[in-house]
């Protein structure tokens, strides 16, 4: 036999040898590549200083929120090289922790606040930042806002300024708070799709847009009364800050006209003449009245500023590598969702584990519970209820801490705390329960696609499919009726009080925090600050840290993550940032995901879908 190789052979080694030969040649490029980029931002990085004198400009980007959602680790990466991003959220914990720490820092001087992409926030989370911006206003430094346009979330904030500058051509809008929503009775109808409804609660609204055109007389009560007590809140606060009449930040149209004329039709004198702002002034107006108050940078032509970002960069705590005594904070934020979910959600199995660690870590004496969520799952919600009365029976207090949100799953998780704080616009409440079956029988006749056949049973043939009998539409309500009295139940147990005084303040009915105290739903009006300074108490501490359990990314994200990041400043802004459509898109099919995500295995839910419209 030839000891040469066959024709044949010979081809394919060659072939082999190209391919192998540009799958080396491509793969060295991009790890030299990647490996060039970071020299080049390590050695291009510039320390991060603070100069004597300097504001601190809270350039706050995006949403507000107590709980980051995970995303991929290569996305995160490349969105930290541009870090105020309009599209992105910041930690609550984060924005308090800077503010605080500037009020004791002798370099800062000024706190500027510049909020023209600051997007989504809670009015609780938003009164918890005014509150901070109060501290560090009677540590005997200045606050200052400027903006071109204010709108209603921005201006809150604006409001604790000691001075508000607008825009010669900017305007304030404030609008009040509204409760709209799509309802879908006739359009079903119309598709011949049937939905089945099953729920508990004269007020339990969520499912009222698939069995009505119209929001109900009940809900309309409800609604007006919830949107009245928080935007009193709101109104009382801006005109305490304003020292302004709270009748005058929402102008009815003719009264709003006849101010606009005085103001020879100019929104921003309207703004002057109202009091809502105190001064005009560009951009080069602003910046040559800091120069004047603060002084120049030493490089550029700015006055002496460090930025929210680099400012957290540069005081963000070491890592404590002794551990002692510790408060245990964990954040349930989002929807409540069966099984394992990634941060951003709660899941049943996920932030039970995140409970059991707390329990089982001999440093963790007591527990702060931060719950910012309008619920879901009943399954996954009791899940974590049971977990955290293991807590409990180990020694360990639970103090919850409601954030924008804590009704319906969001408040049954709550309801077996030692002590409830919600803050005075805290959605709460909300204590109802309902399901939902959508079946297709008749659009599918409609088109000549028919369901048959046979079973052991009606319940075996149950299908989205074929149309729901009477009697398992009895039964499925029997389910839900057995899962509001758990419900009242539960609250009459942990709150003491009677059946019979639950079901009057329940029905799904949401309550915000100041009257959720009144009714006995929580136990005092308060921040995290003080739920924690209350779980130190009842755990005997006097000496302690706090320690947030959260879930962790593993090694291999982590690498990746660390290892963009240093790369990210140098790739096309077209890969940190979405299209205009795309987030449109995001907006258009938020509420179809909420829904679509609902997984259940009883189909049995204790979600609050109204609550997202104020959060």
Same mark, same amino acid.
């Given at each position: 036999?030839?000891? !040469? ?11 082999? !040898? ?6 080396? +040649? ?65 930690? +609550? ?8 720490? %500037? ?14 992409? +600051? ?28 903006? !071109?346009?204010?709108?209603? @979330?921005?201006?809150?904030?604006? =409001? ?107 929104? %921003?004198?309207? %703004? ?100 910012? =969520? ?15 009365? %293991? ?9 919850? /801490? ?150 962790? +990314? ?11 990041? /240093? ?31 609902? !997984?259940?295995? @009883? ?13």
């Amino acid at each position: 036999m030839s000891a !040469n190789p066959s024709f044949f052979k010979r081809i394919c080694l060659f072939i082999w !040898n190209i391919l192998n030969g540009t799958r080396k +040649l491509i793969l060295n490029l991009i790890f030299f590549g990647i490996l060039a980029a970071i020299i080049i931002s390590i050695s291009a990085g510039e320390d991060i200083q603070v100069e004597d004198n300097s504001a601190l400009v809270l350039n706050l980007a995006g949403s507000i929120v107590d709980q980051k959602q995970q995303i991929d680790p290569i996305e995160a990466a490349l969105k930290q090289g541009d870090k105020a991003n309009a599209d992105g959220e910041i930690l +609550l914990a984060d924005v308090l922790y800077v503010i605080d720490n %500037a009020a004791q820092d002798n370099r800062i001087k000024t706190l500027v606040l510049d909020l023209a992409d +600051l997007k989504r926030a809670g009015i609780s989370k938003l009164q918890s930042i005014g509150t901070a911006i109060n501290r560090f206003k009677e540590s005997g430094k200045q606050v200052v806002a400027i903006g !071109n346009y204010y709108p209603q @979330n921005q201006y809150f904030l604006a =409001s604790f300024a000691d001075t508000i500058y607008l825009n010669p051509q900017g305007a304030v809008s404030l609008d009040g708070l509204s409760m709209y929503n799509l309802y879908f009775k006739s359009a079903l109808e119309k598709l011949k799709i049937k939905a089945h409804i099953f729920r508990v609660g004269t007020f339990k609204s969520a499912v009222e847009p698939y069995m009505r055109d119209d929001m109900s007389d009940a809900a309309k009560e409800a609604n007006s009364e919830l949107l009245a007590d928080v935007w009193q809140s709101y109104t009382q606060t801006v005109a305490n800050n304003r020292n302004i009449d709270a009748n005058a930040l929402v102008l009815d149209a003719s009264t709003y006209l006849a101010e606009l004329d005085k103001a020879q039709g100019d929104s %921003a004198t309207m %703004a002057i003449n109202m009091k809502w702002v105190d001064s005009l002034a560009t951009t080069e107006d602003f910046r040559k009245t800091m120069l004047d108050t603060i002084g120049k940078a030493e490089s550029g032509d700015s006055f002496k500023q460090i930025s929210f970002y680099d400012y957290l960069t540069l005081v963000a705590p070491l890592p404590n590598f002794i551990e002692q005594d510790s408060v245990g904070i964990i954040v349930a934020s989002g929807t409540i969702l069966n099984g394992k979910q990634p941060a951003g959600q709660i899941g049943g199995d996920s932030t039970a584990e995140l409970l059991r660690k707390a329990r089982f870590d001999k440093h963790i004496k007591a527990l702060v519970l931060r719950v910012d =969520s309008p619920g879901g799952s009943a399954f996954a919600s009791e899940q974590i209820r049971q977990e955290l009365l %293991a807590l409990k029976a180990a020694g360990k207090p639970v103090v919850v /801490s409601m954030g924008s949100l804590a009704a319906s799953g969001g408040y049954w998780i709550s309801a077996s705390a030692d002590y409830i704080f919600a803050t005075p616009t805290t959605l709460t409440g909300s204590i109802g329960i309902f399901g939902m079956i959508t079946t297709f029988e008749d659009s599918l006749d409609s088109i000549g696609i028919h369901t048959d056949g046979v079973s052991t049973s009606e319940w075996a043939g149950l299908s989205v499919t074929r149309t729901l009998s009477s009697q398992v539409e009895a039964v499925i309500q029997r389910h839900i009726e057995r899962g509001y009295l758990d419900f009242i139940s539960l609250v009459a147990k942990e709150r003491k009080m009677t059946l019979e005084q639950v079901d009057k303040i329940a029905q799904g009915r949401v309550w915000s925090g100041k009257k959720a105290l009144d009714l006995g739903l929580v136990d005092e009006l308060g921040d995290i600050d003080d739920a924690i300074a209350k779980a130190a108490k009842l755990a005997n501490l006097s000496l302690f840290d706090t320690r947030v359990i959260e879930q962790e +990314l593993t090694p291999e994200e982590l690498f990746v993550q660390q290892l963009f990041a /240093s790369v990210s400043s140098y790739l096309p802004a077209s890969l940190s940032h979405s299209s205009v459509l795309e987030q449109m898109l995001q907006q258009w099919t938020g509420s179809l995901k909420t829904i679509a995500s609902f !997984n259940d295995p @009883n189909h049995v839910y204790i979600y609050c879908d109204n609550c997202e419209l104020l959060n």
